[in-house]
């Protein structure tokens, strides 16, 4: 253990845990502060429902892209100097955003805001693998997938007031503000926390690197498994404005408060995960629990949509069970795939963040697909990403067919609970 995860883990721990969940948040803010603003950015740009989903789409796929990267770049040069280069772009991003005369430029400057977003998700992540182990690790995922659950809480009924009283530029504008905050934090407050000696050996081959991680099934069944339980979460993302705005007539100020609501159970499954991490290491007890809700959840909602009973709170109810289990299948599964990518931490969870961008935008585009029965699409998506994550942790626990590789480490559920 490092010297900073020593003195981490007697005074500063809640402090750096806290820093870590803000800027892993970049990407949450960026995408859920700007969705009640697709209205009136079409209005005001001229702008088709095709060209705003781009401003969606292209994000999570130059977002998803510099995941790839990032990780094995903080293995290397270490996490500091790689997570403030992220947020400088990040920054130029939200101001070409807010600033845009046309539809061209806004969906330029959300493709910079994803290419800078990609940093904080994966070092913060990767810089609390570099300071923790074993149940501290899992409380500390949790931690920060907790405080990353609050920007998708506040940050849509945020954006609603703010195009309500200033205007859709003003919500590019405060994620840019934002992002110099936690531009400024870092330079102040964070520390590097990757070890000298291992960016020596870090960025030996990232192809090989990535192999080695692909080869292990049970590193790539814990990461799909992280991966699709956040599916269903970006489907209704992609679906709520036609569901809450257009089918059920909620203004923007109105929308927003319905993620905030949904969101609050990640938040809740986040609290309950760590404080649970020392009694659920060595059970399955705590996943089977995420899972429960978040299958029932999704089941739930499309049971009510395939019923014709739509509401806000038949929609807001069963949402909120699928938020929960969010907040406690995606810190379990991405710490499990993490424990299992050794000293590559980076690189590690570069790979889990892909692959769930890659889920996230599979979700998003089968949803926009037709507008007219977005909310029945994003309701079956969400079925179906729940199942792919079940199916995923089965695969991962199963002893008879997900052996690690030579190279991976050991998960942090023992092998003889398994069952």
């Known amino acids: 253990m490092t010297f900073l995860a020593r003195q981490a883990t007697v005074s500063g721990g809640n402090a750096l845990v806290a820093l870590l969940a803000a800027i892993s948040a970049q990407n949450l803010l960026a995408t859920n502060i700007m969705v009640p603003a697709l209205s009136a950015i079409g209005d005001e740009l001229g702008a088709s429902a095709a060209t705003l989903k781009l401003t ?122 934002l992002g110099g905050l936690m531009l400024g934090s870092t330079l102040v407050f964070l520390p590097e926390t990757l070890r000298s000696a291992a960016k020596a050996e870090a960025f030996e081959s990232v192809i090989c690197t ?102 806000v709170a038949s929609i807001v109810v069963p949402m909120f069970a699928v938020s929960f289990g969010c907040g406690i299948v995606f810190p379990l599964m991405a710490a499990n795939a993490m424990t299992l990518s050794a000293e590559r931490a980076g690189t590690g969870f570069s790979l889990i963040g892909f692959l769930t961008m890659v889920v996230a935008a599979v979700s998003t585009a089968l949803t926009t697909a037709n507008p007219r029965h977005a909310a029945q699409v994003f309701a079956v998506v969400m079925v179906g990403s729940a199942t792919a994550s079940i199916a995923g942790y089965w695969f991962a626990i199963h002893p008879s067919h997900s052996q690690p590789s030579a190279r991976a480490g050991a998960s942090i559920m023992p092998t003889s609970d398994r069952h």
């Open 56 to 177: 969606l789409t292209l994000f999570f796929i130059t977002y998803a892209g510099s995941l790839l990267a990032y990780g094995p770049l903080s293995d290397r040069y270490g996490r500091r100097p790689v997570l403030i280069c992220s947020l400088i772009i990040y920054c130029t991003g939200s101001v070409v955003c807010a600033t845009s005369a046309s539809a061209a430029a806004l969906i330029g400057g959300r493709m910079i805001q994803g290419l800078g977003a990609g940093g904080g998700t994966i070092i913060a992540w990767a810089a609390a693998r570099d300071c923790f182990a074993g149940p501290v690790l899992l409380r500390t995922t949790s931690l920060i997938n907790t405080g990353r659950s609050i920007v998708p809480a506040i940050a849509p009924a945020a954006g609603g007031v703010i195009v309500d009283c200033y205007g859709w530029r003003y919500t590019f504008g405060a994620a840019g503000v």
């Open 210 to 311: 990535y192999l080695l991680l692909l080869k292990s099934l049970r590193f790539l069944a814990f990461a799909l498994a992280a991966a699709f339980s956040l599916g269903a979460w970006f489907a209704f993302i992609a679906g709520s404005p036609t569901l809450f705005m257009q089918r059920l007539g909620l203004s923007p100020t109105e929308f927003g408060l319905c993620p905030t609501l949904i969101a609050s159970g990640s938040v809740l499954g986040g609290f309950v995960t760590a404080r649970l991490a020392n009694a659920a290491l060595g059970s399955n007890r705590l996943a089977y629990l995420g899972f429960a809700t978040l299958l029932l959840g999704a089941a739930g909602t499309l049971a009510v949509i395939a019923l014709d009973i739509t509401s």
